[in-house]
C-alpha cells in the first residue's frame, strides 16, 4: 500500500442495519433524557449524516419523555441538544 508518510487511511464506516439503528436510538435516548434532566445539554461528536439523524431521533425522544422541547445544533462535526429557549428558567414560555 503507497501511502505518504503523515497521513491515514480513510476511515469506512458500515452503516447501521434497521435493529442497529433501532438499540442504538433507545440506549441514546435514555442518555440525552438523563443528561437534558440533570445538566440541561448534552453535547456528543457526531460527524456524518447518519450519526446526526440518530441524535436527532434520540433527542426528540428525550424531549417526549421529559415532557418538554428540546433543539439540536449541529456544526458538522458534533452535535448540541438543550431544551428549547422559550423552556429555559426566566424566559417567557411558549404560547
Do not use: C, K, W
Not at 434497521?18 to 445539554?41: I, Q
Amino acid at each position: 500500500m503507497n501511502q505518504t508518510s503523515g497521513t491515514r487511511p480513510a476511515v469506512r464506516r458500515t452503516p447501521l442495519d434497521p435493529d442497529e439503528r433501532a438499540r442504538a436510538e433507545a440506549g441514546f435516548a435514555e442518555l440525552v433524557t438523563h443528561h437534558l434532566a440533570t445538566g440541561g445539554r448534552f453535547r456528543v461528536t457526531a460527524d456524518t449524516p447518519e450519526m446526526v439523524e440518530l441524535f436527532q431521533a434520540a433527542a426528540r425522544r428525550a424531549g417526549e419523555r421529559l415532557r418538554r422541547p428540546v433543539v439540536s445544533y449541529a456544526n458538522g462535526r458534533d452535535i448540541v441538544i438543550t431544551f428549547a429557549q422559550s423552556d429555559l428558567p426566566g424566559l417567557p414560555p411558549n404560547p
